[in-house]
């Protein structure tokens, strides 16, 4: 579906998820405005969980919403289940959701966010990964030890746009 903030309708919040080979994921396409994103129907590894909505076979296979998430990645989780049980996620761009980004966690301080969101990639990863992946993202998830340091550097836009050009692995 095309995720879309709720302030802001001609803006995309998502389009399906992007995956990375350290357990997080970050919505496709997020800030771009809706004439620029795509418009076919396509698949996707999933769809972010602001507004997800999974059939009632694939639940039934490959079990609900882990509790031990809470907030944070518990989409990816089921989404990586249902794509390794054989199921695809579509992107369907005439499907439109206005989401309240970030309405769920707007009185949380942000280190417990951003807490939460390392703890839960982690959780994907080990769930989720085969075992060099999983070797290779414990790696990636040690180094983010130095994270908050490095991010008191500067704001993330100047690195971010530099990362999306490039791809992750």
Do not use: K
């Not at 309240?100 to 009185?107: P, T, Y």
């Amino acid at each position: 579906m095309s995720l879309r903030f709720l302030d802001r309708p001609g803006v995309l919040s998502s389009t399906g998820l992007a995956v990375f080979g350290d357990g997080s994921a970050r919505d496709r396409d997020l800030g771009r405005p809706v004439d620029e994103g795509p418009r076919a129907v396509s698949p996707v590894a999933g769809a972010c969980g602001g507004a997800a909505v999974w059939r009632r076979e694939v639940l039934d296979r490959v079990g609900a919403l882990g509790e031990e998430f809470f907030l944070y990645s518990e989409g990816v989780d089921i989404d990586l289940r249902a794509q390794r049980a054989g199921y695809a996620c579509l992107y369907v761009p005439d499907a439109v959701v206005l989401h309240r980004f970030g309405a769920s966690v707007a009185r949380v301080p942000a280190a417990w966010r951003i807490e939460l969101a390392h703890r839960n990639s982690a959780r994907v990863l080990v769930r989720n990964f085969g075992t060099l992946a999983l070797a290779r993202g414990v790696i990636t998830f040690a180094l983010r030890g130095q994270r908050r340091e490095i991010r008191r550097l500067g704001p993330d836009h100047r690195v971010d746009r530099w990362v999306e050009r490039a791809g992750q692995p």
